[in-house]
Structures are given as C-alpha cells and as structure tokens.
C-alpha cells in the first residue's frame, strides 16, 4: 500500500501553439491537504483532467491511488469526489435529484451525508438547479464532490462564487476531511485562501512547477504591504533596523513599509507611538513569483 | 423517473417532448387514414390516378419511393406516410436524440461531471443510444394506433400486420439515422453540426434511392442508400422483409460501435 495518493511523472499535454502543462512532476500523499496554486491559465484545470483521463497526456504518465490514470480510470473514479473548474449542471433537475442521480452512478446514494454537507454550506437541496444562484450551485458541486466520503477529493477552485461566510464553512469541511485522513487536492489562484486551508502547496506557472512548499515555510516567509497611521507625525528614522522590515517610507503621520515574515518586530517598535489604523495588503501573485522565483521568464527557462 | 442511470436521466429529460411528438404523429397519419374513405373511393382518386400515370418517371420517383398507386389504401398510406412524412417524424427523432446524446453534455459543459462519476464513456454512448431507440418505436407505435384506430373507426380495409412491419422498417431508419447524429455529434462535440450532417446524409440517401434507377448504370446505386432498405422492398404490401431490415440494424450499429470508439479515445471539450 503506498501512501502516495496522486503521482505525475514528466506529465505534458500540449494544445498545438498555446500553452498546457510541461513535464510536470507532483506527488501528493494520503492525508493532506495539497493546494495547487497559479495564476488563471497556468494549467491548473488542464493537470487536474489530465489526472482525472478526460484529457490525455501528450507525453509522461499519471498515477492515482496507485492506479493508472488512464487504464484504470474507472476504479480510480469510484475512490474520487471531483469539483470542476467550470462547474455546469444539469438545469433539468433539482439538487437533490442531480445528488441522487450521482450517488446511483456511483454505486450507492449517501442521502444523509448529502444533507449534513448541504447544510454545513447553506443550501436547500429541494430546489431546481435551474432556479439557482451561482454561489448556490458552485455549493450543488461541492457537496456531489464531497458526498460519500471519497478517499481523494479534487477541487478545482471550490470557493469562486462563494461569499465570505460559506467560505468558512466550507474550509471547516476540508478540517473535517483531513481529520478523517483523506486528501484533498485543490487549485486556487489566491495564495491566503490555500494559505488557510493546505498543508503544502504547488506553485505552477505557464504550465510548469516552479516550486513545492510546505504552507508553514511559506507563512514564515510571508510578504505583506503594510501602511501604519499614527496621531502624529513621526521622526524620518523612525523604524530604521527593525528586523523584517524593509522599503520603510515615512510621511508625516503615516508609515508604509514591506514585511517579510511575522509582523511582531514592527508592531512592538510601532507601540511607542500613537498607532491609530493598519492597513494590509497581500501581495499579488505576480509579486510573489517575481520575490520568490525570481523573474517568471527566467523561470521557464 | 428514478435517476439511476444515464438512461433513466434521458428518459426523465425527454419523455414529455417525445410524448407530444406522440400525439403529433399518431393523429396525422390517422388523419390520413380518416380521409381516404372520401378520397379513394370518388372519382376524384381516378382523376388523380389518371394523372399520375401521365408524369414523367423522374417526377413520379421524385415524389415516392414505391409505385404511385392513389387508388389503394396502401398505396395512398405508402404516398402520404411512408413516403415522405414518415421518414420526416422518425428522422427528426432519431437524429435529433442521436445528435445531442454525448455532443449535448459537451456542448453543456457536463461532460466532465457526469464523467468524474465510474461510467465508461461507452457505457454513456450506449445508454443515451437506448433512449433514442425506446422513443424512436414509442413514436412508431404511436403512428401505428393512429392508423389502426382510424382503420377501424372509417372502415378502411388495411393490414394493420403490414402497417406494423412498414413502420419497424420506418423506426430501423430513424435510429440508422440517429446513429449517424451520434457518430457525427462524438466526433465533433457540436449537435447542429450533428443534425445537419446526418440530415443532408438523408437527403442525399432519399434521392439516390428514388432518382438513381432512373439513370442508366446507376441503378445498382439504390443498394447504397439506406431509404432503399426501408422502403424498397415495399413493406406496406409485402411486409416486413428481414434482410432489409437487418441491413438498417447494421448501419446503426455500426454507428453506435463508432461513436464508443470515438469518444472513448477523444479529448472531452473542457
């Protein structure tokens, strides 16, 4: 029994001129909660149906819970609960038939847990699919990916749609998963998000990996844009030397600098003025690619 | 409907419009039927007999695919149904349900979530196929109730046996054709494009059926049309011949055959 869950070796599809995946190499194993994190047209869905056989490879192979990805595809999609990128349904039927529809192909129709997971996200499952909200089907997708317990889960984006609060509920149904110790494979082209809720994370760029992270050592190298206001104007030096700081601006009573890391060493030296208001902003994937990777062009190369 | 295969989602989705289609073509061809009392037994059928005989031959086969013979029942069933109307009703079933059985998830944009579930895409194709052939004879017996009631209510001497086989012989030509959507639709993922490839094939098939044994050397041609194998053994008057009939089973499982084969190995548009 291996304890390697998804496994892709030199895996490549390729669309005539523009641009798919390129000997992409990943290991998941059992238990975490893996992010696969990129820009929009990175190749994130591309690697996802490659994995899942809807797609073939151009070259290079695939493996799922040690199966083939294509000869043993349909073994591999009995053990798998699968969110698309682009969700579509079926507007001829209601939630709960669409889930029940499904759970018959599946072999067996897990009613209760399809409730317990509609409810944890909100959603009356009695309505027609038709009659929904955006946010509301991407829950419809999210709870036929999720239902039955499957060993490996594959999100592609599960949170587009979703407002803030389901969010959070959704992130306690992916605590739930890795407490059961399956795994979860999920893209997302926001790094807070997969910050929040992985334990490693892929970052992939023009259809190439340009690294594997575990989330922890990413925290701990953490880029954010952050602008101090203050009740008075400050001294020019006033945060020279603190630790993790750099591109340190003062002007009159407000402080803009770039931190990398935690934030303890700035707010301790910021408690010996009047602080009034902090702003955050989390830098843009591109920065992060451009800090981390150096320049993405270079990358590729 | 319980939802517990792809068939049974077809079926779900598509009964209430094939029940009307239904309705629809039982009540035309029992019409038809309904009719002939006025029509066939006044001299107006002797007029118009008189004048069909005078066309040419190439008009005459233009307009059917049997002989012209206004002054039978059969003969007026084999012009006004099986001839042209008939084909139209089962044709527009079977290519329209063949055209959109895997093009219409792809097209959609579920293709990929009915597929994350373990369904062998073949196992669609053929599940979705038999949905079509259920509503292609759903629509063919409709035709037959319609004939036999209006036979029956109007006196009208018909063997209600051999309407039966004509229209088996009708329904092998609507799924032969709705074979052809299928492959077309698997091959290309778009079901317009699916319906007018299938539905030109058919035209161009109806015409070398009626025309090509007008033309001299061609007219071993008609063996290449499937409307020769519906039709050209004259079901209505001689029943059913199976040989005939087989052919048409071919041709459509040659195209379910091909269409597995095709969206088995193909890209799923994403």
């Known amino acids: 029994m291996t304890n390697t869950v998804i496994r892709t070796d030199r895996l490549t599809k390729s669309y005539g001129k523009s641009r798919g995946i390129v000997e992409l190499d990943l290991e998941v194993v059992a238990g975490e909660v893996f992010g696969y994190l990129g820009p929009n047209g990175a190749g994130k869905t591309t690697t996802i149906r490659t994995v899942l056989d809807f797609i073939r490879p151009t070259e290079g192979r695939a493996e799922v819970l040690g199966l083939d990805s294509h000869r043993d595809s349909l073994a591999i999609r009995r053990r798998v609960g699968y969110l698309p990128g682009e969700l579509r349904l079926y507007n001829s039927l209601s939630a709960i038939e669409l889930l029940s529809y499904f759970g018959n192909l599946r072999g067996h129709f897990d009613r209760a847990d399809a409730e317990r997971i509609g409810e944890a996200l909100d959603l009356d499952l009695g309505r027609e699919i038709k009659a929904l909200s955006h946010g509301n089907r991407q829950k419809v997708g999210l709870v036929q990916a999720l239902m039955g317990r499957p060993e490996l889960v594959i999100l592609d984006e599960p949170t587009q749609g979703l407002d803030p609060f389901i969010q959070l509920a959704f992130y306690h149904l992916l605590d739930e998963i890795r407490a059961d110790g399956r795994t979860v494979f999920m893209s997302s082209h926001v790094l807070p998000e997969i910050e929040r809720t992985c334990d490693r994370v892929a970052i992939v760029r023009d259809g190439r990996l340009l690294a594997v992270e575990r989330v922890a050592d990413l925290k701990a190298r953490a880029l954010r844009r952050l602008e101090l206001r203050f009740g008075a104007p400050l001294p020019a030096g006033a945060f020279a030397g603190v630790g993790g700081v750099r591109d340190v601006v003062v002007a009159d009573a407000t402080v803009t600098c770039t931190v990398v890391g935690s934030v303890a060493a700035l707010f301790h030296a910021a408690a010996a003025f009047d602080l009034v208001d902090v702003l955050s902003t989390e830098p843009s994937l591109e920065e992060i690619f451009l800090t981390y990777y150096g320049d993405p062009t270079d990358a590729v190369a | ?270």
Request: charged share 10%.
């Open chain 2, 1 to 270: 409907m319980p939802l517990r295969s792809v068939l049974g989602k077809s079926i779900h989705d598509q009964w209430r419009a094939v029940l009307a289609w239904s309705a629809f073509a039982a009540l035309l061809p029992g019409l038809y039927v309904a009719l002939y009392p006025t029509l066939g037994t006044g001299s107006m059928m002797q007029m118009m007999q008189q004048f069909i005989d005078q066309m040419p031959e190439a008009f005459k086969a233009f307009f059917a695919s049997t002989g012209l013979d206004m002054t039978s029942a059969e003969g007026f069933l084999n012009i006004e149904l099986f001839g042209f109307v008939g084909p139209l009703l089962l044709l527009a079933v079977g290519i329209a349900l063949g055209a959109s059985a895997t093009a219409a998830e792809e097209e959609a944009g579920t293709a990929d979530l009915l597929l994350a579930n373990p369904i062998r895409r073949s196992r669609v194709v053929v599940e979705k196929t038999a949905a079509m052939v259920l509503w292609t004879v759903v629509v063919a017996v409709a035709i037959w109730t319609g004939v036999a009631l209006a036979a029956l209510g109007f006196a009208v001497e018909l063997r209600l046996d051999h309407v039966a086989g004509a229209l088996v012989s009708l329904a092998l030509l609507g799924i032969a054709y709705g074979g052809v959507a299928l492959v077309v639709g698997a091959l290309v993922a778009r079901r317009m494009t699916a319906i007018a490839v299938a539905t030109m094939l058919a035209l161009v098939a109806y015409f070398v059926n009626t025309l090509a044994p007008l033309i001299p050397g061609m007219t071993g041609w008609r063996v290449l049309s499937p409307f020769y194998w519906y039709i050209g053994n004259d079901p209505l008057r001689h029943g059913l011949e199976p040989a005939h009939a087989l052919a048409l089973v071919a041709v459509a499982i040659g195209c379910v055959v091909a269409a597995a084969v095709i969206w088995e190995r193909r890209d799923i548009r994403g």
